[in-house]
């Protein structure tokens, strides 16, 4: 499958004489910064941006990007969330191009960069305006780059949404997340093995309780303010009852029925930047339309209702400020609204 930032998801060997999922490391790793080091140094307007809003890991950096203000610095290109035997693909825009970067599929970013290559193709992805080459697809360090690298083009009032001086701490807080709960869904889902999936699946629960006893009397994961860490956990939570509850078959419990849990992600649910930038239609057409090995008759179904999403939450009781010393994002940019948002 083609929707993890990090490639396609590759079988290997396991134990038990099972195959078990495992997640491919991205092949493009160059990173753009503010001493262009690697060769490709930050300017506005240099660079696009290809997610898929059916993505989580392309979804960090659209939250990413708005929180930081960066819309005018580094264009979006947005993919249809059904892909075709040619991955993502542009048919969401006029004549199924992409306005900027005049290719119908990103891996004809990819061809240009490396014809050829043994990986898939992913989101989310940078690519170089001028040569039309694909920059990068490394979705782990993307984001971070954008929160430290990019600074000179953020937004008045920006967050820090990686704090140098808790930078220790959210590591180690993200990658728990990752391990267990970002990729765990997915290793549950893509199980073959009854083991394989019960050990994911328990992971996934486990893991989503520790989360909700760190929450229970804070309101974000690491300070009193929205952090990276936020960010990709937020990411998994808001497809959770959409997608991964049925789909993956992760149904201990529904996100909805856990008090905390459920709490903290409307409240970063209904925080400029994140809600916003939330397409439910894109992210269940995308999971069930395009998993045939899993729901072989594409059929996407009604629900759940997702109108809780906008109820109080009451986290503010707990303190802490989203945007630290900041200020909100303003209004979601021209064209880039999603239908049917808050």
């Known amino acids: 499958m083609s929707d993890d930032g990090e490639g396609d998801g590759k ?3 396991a134990a038990y004489g099972r195959v078990a999922f495992k997640r491919s490391r991205s092949h493009f790793t160059d990173r753009i910064t503010a001493d262009g080091r690697d060769g490709w140094p930050v300017a506005p307007g240099r660079y696009r941006l290809v997610v898929s809003r059916a993505c989580p890991w392309a979804s960090r950096a659209v939250i990413s990007r708005r929180l930081l203000g960066l819309e005018d610095a580094l264009s979006m290109a947005v993919a249809d969330p059904v892909q075709d035997d040619r991955s993502w693909r542009f048919t969401l825009d006029r004549d199924g191009r992409d306005p900027v970067l005049g290719i119908r599929f990103l891996g004809e970013a990819y061809d240009r ?10 989101v989310p992805a940078i ?9 990068t697809n490394d979705y782990q360090r993307i984001t971070l780059d954008l929160a430290t690298e990019w600074t000179a083009l953020h937004r008045d009032g920006a967050p820090d949404l990686y704090p140098e001086a808790r930078r220790d701490e959210i590591d180690a807080v993200m990658a728990e997340v990752y391990e267990d ?3 765990g869904v997915y290793r549950a889902g893509f199980a073959t093995g009854q083991r394989e999936y019960e050990e994911a699946c328990a992971g996934v629960f486990r893991r989503l309780e520790l989360l909700a006893d760190r929450l229970s009397g804070r309101r974000y994961l690491v300070g009193d303010s929205v952090t990276e860490a936020d960010i990709r956990l937020f990411t998994t939570l808001v497809r959770f009852d959409a997608v991964y509850h049925g789909h993956f078959k992760c149904n201990r419990w529904k996100l909805t029925e856990n008090r905390v849990l459920w709490a903290y992600a409307r409240d970063l649910f209904q925080t ?3 809600g916003d930038t939330v397409d439910f239609d894109h992210i269940k057409r995308h999971y069930y339309q395009v998993h045939t090995g899993i729901n072989p008759t594409r059929i996407v179904p009604l ?3 997702l109108g809780g999403w906008l109820t109080p939450h009451h986290r503010q009781e707990l303190g802490g400020r989203p945007f630290g010393g900041g200020t909100a994002p303003g209004p979601v940019r021209a064209g880039e609204e999603v239908p049917g948002a808050r």
């Open 113 to 122: 960069r490396e014809t050829g290559y043994p990986g898939g193709v992913s």
């Open 127 to 135: 690519v170089d305006v001028p040569s039309g080459r694909l920059v």
């Open 303 to 305: 629900g759940p209702d």
């Open 272 to 274: 400029p930047g994140f």
């Open 181 to 183: 709960v970002n990729n």
């Open 11 to 13: 079988r290997g060997n």
